[in-house]
């Protein structure tokens, strides 16, 4: 099993740029898809972008799509979202997000999660 820790998040201007992080323990990070998914207030939890493990792939979401990039560093455990041309609509709790195939994470079928961090994002 995987465990996972997210920081990162915070206050950002409506065009601006934030990084998320994602920290993750235990023997197996490798074989596992990474990725992120939101829940803004009030709404579903929406999923955001994955990362495969080896000859990393990645994937996003339309609303993301051309703003966001996902990375991972397998040598420190560590996932990443940088985030830019920030919207208010981004305005929600993101968590980083383990699973066994890209499938299931796109899905939010989900074998890990962080406890969150919220981003704020103002016009």
């Known amino acids: 099993q995987v465990q996972l820790v997210d920081t990162g998040g915070g206050l950002g201007q409506a065009g601006g740029s934030l990084r998320l992080s994602c920290a993750a323990s235990g023997r197996t990070f490798s074989i596992y898809v990474m990725g992120w998914f939101r829940q803004a207030p009030g709404k579903e939890r929406e999923f955001v972008a994955a990362?495969?493990?080896?000859?990393?792939?990645?994937y996003y979401a339309d609303s993301v799509k051309g703003r966001f990039t996902i990375s991972r560093d397998g040598a420190k455990n560590t996932v990443y979202l940088q985030m830019n041309s920030l919207k208010p609509e981004d305005t929600a709790v993101y968590y980083c997000?383990?699973?066994?195939?890209?499938?299931?994470?796109?899905?939010?079928?989900?074998?890990?999660w962080g406890q969150g961090t919220l981003v704020t994002v103002s016009s």
């Open positions: 990362i495969s493990g080896s000859s990393p792939n990645t």
């Open positions: 997000a383990a699973a066994a195939t890209v499938a299931r994470i796109t899905s939010l079928a989900l074998d890990a």
